[in-house]
């Protein structure tokens, strides 16, 4: 089946630091969203992006739907410690759209050091 | 606004039994989604309920089912467990009254099966 391919797998950083992370598929995607999980807890959504180009922020994050429609990027700026957790990407294909079905990445551990 | 509340969090059930998990939408949502988290296989998804039908499926067997009622409150079920089941078993809900609705997602239920 279809998959994304999330990297990296993990990441141990300074607080302060500047954190990237990158999702990509073989296959076009109508929709990519960003998630935050946290042990004991479900994903929770941090940033939506429904169109090729779209740059959009939230906070401290930004994300960017890329305008070949297969991949997408995560950045965390000024990392804090409460960063820590599990970062998903998640798509949706055309075919897909405007339903409940989507497409995870295997995740990004981030880990932050005081 | 209250978010998606699953019920229970925690399950612990012995091969062969059937179990049946809850789920209550966020007030408004129309459409609840299932999915199963485990560390090998990341979130897999399930199957996607609205207006009490089964929309889209994923690659599971048929033990596992599910159903929705018209209040959008949903439950899935799954027969004659397996120890491969044992998951932290997902829901979601969201609008998809038109497009860009992302899904939101509940705290879980953690299936361990004996």
């Known amino acids: 089946g279809q998959q994304l391919n999330q990297s990296p797998q993990s990441m141990f950083i300074q607080e302060g630091e500047d954190v990237s992370m990158n999702c990509t598929s073989s296959?076009?995607?109508?929709?990519w969203l960003w998630y935050k999980q946290d042990p004991g807890e479900g994903p929770v959504l941090l940033i939506a992006?429904?169109?090729?180009?779209e740059l959009t922020s939230n906070g401290r994050l930004t994300a960017q739907f890329g305008i070949t429609r297969k991949d997408s990027f995560l950045n965390i700026s000024a990392s804090i410690p409460s960063d820590v957790g599990i970062y998903f990407c998640?798509?949706?294909?055309?075919?897909?759209?405007?339903?409940?079905?989507?497409?995870f990445g295997q995740g990004t551990t981030l880990q932050v050091k005081p | 606004k209250a978010g998606v509340t699953q019920t229970p969090r925690y399950l612990i059930k012995t091969r062969g039994q059937q179990v049946t998990l809850s789920c209550s939408p966020i007030?408004?949502?129309?459409?609840v989604s299932w999915y199963q988290q485990t560390p090998g296989q990341g979130l897999q998804f399930l199957f996607e309920?609205?207006?009490?039908?089964?929309?889209n499926k994923g690659n599971f067997p048929g033990r596992f089912s599910g159903r929705q009622f018209s209040n959008s409150r949903s439950e899935m079920n799954v027969s004659t467990l397996e120890l491969g089941d044992s998951a932290l078993y997902l829901c979601?809900?969201?609008?998809?009254?038109?497009?860009?609705?992302?899904?939101?997602f509940g705290n879980g239920t953690r299936l361990t099966v004996t």
């Open positions: 309920y609205f207006s009490e039908t089964q929309r």
């Open positions: 007030s408004g949502h129309r459409s």
């Open positions: 296959s076009i995607f109508n929709t």
């Open positions: 992006l429904y169109k090729a180009g």
């Open positions: 998640a798509g949706q294909t055309l075919l897909s759209s405007n339903t409940g079905k989507l497409i």
């Open positions: 979601a809900s969201s609008l998809l009254d038109g497009y860009n609705s992302p899904l939101h």
